[in-house]
């Protein structure tokens, strides 16, 4: 970021604030790594994106101070914790202790799995470098009321669940007292996959995706609840107990999703809107967005090969704007959307995960 001659208060501070935003680790922002850092927490003494910087601001002026590094006006004082901190050593002090199995956020994460981090490193002070506990929810061990997506569209059940560790499990029961209780279901902790999902997309906050196996298939169950707070530790004891279990294979991120529309085999056919999800190895396809099983899903292998389309080949019907191909071992799937740039970062995100498949 520039330095604004109009917004600081003189030569010297910008002087002294330039030469701040040139040490090693102050180009980027400290939470979710973003290049564009033109916001600053004088009290935590860290540089900051925007969205970031929203969030901090949501912290109280008690925990972070926020100011624009080329809107607001500046001192020498507003300086004193970035030359003593800065990125690294802030870092260094609020997030040395963070639990492996801990995300840090990047550009793309959604907004919620951002916030909490923010919170849990500056407001609770969970991986401080004083903190001598790992927090409880990481432990591997949760009960309490969520809120599960029932057949209805908008109808969400409240439901007790369990984080069960001795059978390894996730279940869920009608109520808050489950001795004698039946399961009404349960979910096979080595072998499912916990997401985020973004309110946009589900049409209701603070909720995960979870994705078991079921027959041939993967199931999806969208669960909620009351807070960003509640949700994400619950994320989070989920996939700490796959840790320590030893499925850390199963501890993923949504790597993109977006609707896309696709041909019938071989591109023979007419052009059909699916909500798309890649995730881990594979890329999952449904009709719609909360739809409990997907219409068809391609698991991706070392050998496949992706291409953007500049013209199609004869048999293939006129379709969206820009396409892409995926060739398998088995057939060629076409992917179409009126948007170049969505179209891009679905090469590139498909392109990421082929590329780390092992042969």
Not at 19 to 48: E, Q, R, Y
Not at 81 to 102: H, M, Q, W
Not at 107 to 133: C, N
Request: aromatic letters at 10%; hydrophobic letters at 35%; one cysteine or more.
């Amino acid at each position: 970021a520039v330095v604004s001659t109009q917004s600081t208060g003189g030569d010297k501070v910008i002087k002294i604030l330039e030469n701040i935003m040139k040490n090693p680790g102050n180009d980027c922002c400290v939470d979710c790594g973003a290049l564009d850092c033109s916001w600053a927490s004088t009290t935590l003494g860290c540089f900051v994106c925007i969205r970031c910087s929203g969030i901090h601001r949501n912290l109280g002026v008690q925990i972070s101070r926020i100011k624009s590094v080329q809107l607001d006006h500046w001192t020498e004082n507003d300086c004193l914790n970035l030359e003593r901190f800065g990125n690294i050593k802030s870092s260094n002090l609020y997030a040395v202790n963070k639990p492996d199995v801990y995300c840090k956020p990047h550009t793309e994460s959604p907004r919620m799995l951002v916030e909490h981090w923010i919170k849990a490193k500056y407001e609770w002070k969970e991986f401080h470098r004083d903190s001598e506990q790992l927090p409880v929810y990481l432990k591997g061990v949760k009960s309490g009321q969520l809120f599960k997506k029932g057949k209805d569209r908008e109808c969400w059940l409240p439901r007790h669940f369990l984080l069960d560790r001795l059978n390894k499990k996730l279940a869920y029961y009608d109520k808050a007292t489950t001795a004698g209780q039946k399961e009404l279901g349960s979910i096979d902790i080595s072998s499912c996959y916990v997401l985020i999902t973004d309110e946009e997309v589900v049409g209701r906050s603070n909720c995960v995706h979870v994705l078991y196996p079921h027959g041939k298939n993967l199931r999806s169950i969208y669960i909620s609840a009351n807070s960003v707070k509640e949700i994400i530790e619950w994320y989070y004891a989920i996939r700490s107990l796959q840790t320590q279990l030893g499925y850390s294979r199963n501890c993923v991120e949504t790597k993109h999703e977006s609707f896309l529309e696709k041909t019938p085999k071989e591109g023979k056919g007419a052009w059909r809107k699916r909500w798309c999800i890649l995730v881990a190895d594979r890329i999952l396809y449904y009709k719609n967005v909360l739809d409990p099983f997907p219409r068809g899903e391609v698991i991706l292998s070392k050998s496949d090969r992706l291409e953007k389309l500049h013209s199609l080949p004869k048999h293939v019907k006129s379709g969206p704007d820009y396409i892409f191909t995926l060739t398998t071992k088995t057939r060629t799937y076409y992917w179409g959307t009126g948007n170049e740039d969505l179209c891009t970062k679905w090469i590139l995100h498909v392109d990421r995960v082929v590329a780390d498949l092992v042969q």
